[in-house]
């Protein structure tokens, strides 16, 4: 069975954005950029089902400018076999990167599509959803444990006040969940490995998908500053201002 898994390269998670004057976005000239973590987690539990014999063949993909081909060799480096990069400096929004997906999924075939269950950049939580729509496949989003069984997979997601465990039929998607495992630390030996791996370029054109947005951005603001907190002498104190200002008991 091959995998297929998605990665985004977005602003690193230390990183602490800073909105543009106008008000247009966010600055992201010159910061650290990496691997959407989520999509680390995806790439771990595909290279593990790999590990384990379940899967034949891991293949990562990502879509956007010609340095997702550093991220893309990153998940080489954990263990994917080859890479995919779509590339365009156009602005994609999760319905275009889903449409791509769709046109890879056509062409290799996967028995599982794994995504990150977001993206900690737009914070859409779509892709997955949209490509499991596209191609008609069942979904099981924010996995947090995978078992692959005869032409099914059981998929473990945590909702609110447990566990819920869906049973699907291959091919399927999922997307990943933070508890699902804890990425391996890439070594040096697998980052001069995954430099000799095959990775092939295609441009939305030759994929056939029309990438244009269909969102607009209004604005983007920065959130409003807090006040600053006050020291009281005593829970006397405390508490009249708990009743009387706060207006909280
Ligand atoms: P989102 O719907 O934007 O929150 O993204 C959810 C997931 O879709 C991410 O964790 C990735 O696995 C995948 N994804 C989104 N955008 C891209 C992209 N440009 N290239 C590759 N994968 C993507």
């Known amino acids: 069975m091959k995998i297929i898994v998605a990665v985004k390269r977005v602003v690193d998670y230390n990183v602490k954005v800073r909105v543009k004057g106008d008000g247009t976005g966010v600055d992201i000239a010159s910061v650290k950029m990496s691997m959407n973590p989520f999509d680390e987690i995806a790439v771990e539990e595909a290279v593990r089902l790999k590990e384990k014999g379940v899967a034949t063949e891991v293949i990562v993909v990502s879509a956007g400018v010609a340095q997702c081909q550093e991220t893309l060799r990153t998940a080489m480096a954990i263990g994917a076999d080859r890479g995919i990069l779509v590339e365009t400096d156009a602005e994609l929004q999760p319905l275009a990167v889903a449409k791509l ?69 291959t091919p399927a998607v999922i997307t990943t969940d933070l508890r699902l495992n804890e990425p391996r630390y890439v070594t040096l030996p697998n980052i001069m490995k995954a430099k000799k791996k095959p990775l092939v370029i295609f441009k939305p054109e030759d994929l056939d998908v029309d990438v244009t947005p269909r969102l607009k951005t209004l604005k983007v603001a920065e959130p409003a500053g807090r006040k600053a907190g006050v020291k009281v002498p005593d829970v006397a104190t405390l508490v009249d201002k708990l009743r009387n200002e706060a207006k909280v008991i």
């Open 101 to 169: 997906l769709k046109a890879l999924v056509d062409k290799e075939q996967p028995g599982l599509i794994i995504l990150g269950k977001q993206a900690i950049d737009d914070d859409a939580n779509q892709t997955g959803q949209m490509l499991a729509a596209l191609a008609d496949l069942p979904q099981a989003t924010f996995a947090s444990k995978v078992e692959v069984s005869g032409d099914g997979v059981n998929v473990t997601r945590e909702v609110d006040g447990g566990l819920e465990t869906l049973s699907l039929s």
